[in-house]
């Protein structure tokens, strides 16, 4: 039972384009959200995070946003650079279990030059 | 910022042998860390949590005494891989946080195959 879902695997996108990774989860309890960004033959880096409480969080370059109604949330990336093609992970916390990390499939993004 | 340190990075052992990855927090103490692993092509899948000074608690699925974790100190827990069969062969990821709502930080991994 795959509570997180990543449903495309893959995302091609220009240089100086938003990029916008979208993530669906099922389990209401969630109430902690964060995009990890991962290279092969390494652990994730942190990118960003959002609470449930919240519809929108911005740092920088990155915005996430999360639609609780719809069980949704979107990591936006603009201006999308080559150097952000990786695999971005999107994961699901709920409180009483901190760090427990539920992970989506993960989607791979390529920024062409 | 928050560093954790996995060693090895990667290793190769026969099949019946064990194998030991150690996860260190650097520069904070963490009274938890987690255990991952991905087989290729998939997602992280959490295995167990590592609590300093006390028994792991392991996900469904997860056999305890295969994959054996010492939470020794607050900055090391070692997960140990008895008797590993090719099967075993994946990616291990340990990971820990500061406090509580803080951002969940990675080691780099450690590629464990199984020959």
């Known amino acids: 039972d795959q509570q997180v879902k990543q449903n495309s695997p893959s995302l091609s996108v220009q240089e100086g384009r938003i990029s916008i990774l979208n993530c669906d989860y099922t389990n209401s309890m969630f109430d902690y959200f964060l995009w990890y960004k991962k290279y092969p033959a390494e652990g994730p880096t942190f990118l960003i995070s959002i609470s449930s409480i919240k519809d929108k969080n911005e740092d920088g370059r990155f915005t996430v946003f999360l639609n609780k109604s719809a069980k949704h949330l979107s990591l936006h990336i603009v201006p999308s650079q080559p150097g952000d093609s990786a695999v971005y992970f999107c994961a699901a916390m709920w409180g009483t279990s901190y760090g427990k990390l539920t992970f989506g499939q993960g989607t791979i993004l390529t920024v062409h030059p | ?115």
């Open chain 2, 1 to 115: 910022g928050a560093v954790v340190s996995q060693h090895p990075s990667w290793v190769i052992c026969k099949s019946g042998t064990s194998v030991k990855i150690e996860c260190r927090s650097l520069d904070f103490q963490a009274t938890t860390m987690f255990w991952y692993r991905q087989f290729p092509k998939q997602s992280l899948m959490l295995m167990a949590t590592s609590n300093e000074g006390s028994k792991a608690t392991y996900e469904q699925g997860v056999e305890k005494d295969k994959f054996l974790i010492n939470h020794a100190s607050l900055t090391l827990s070692t997960l140990t891989v008895t008797s590993a069969h090719p099967e075993d062969s994946s990616f291990y990821i340990c990971s820990a946080h500061t406090r509580n709502n803080s951002p969940l930080h990675f080691g780099n991994g450690t590629r464990l195959t199984v020959t």
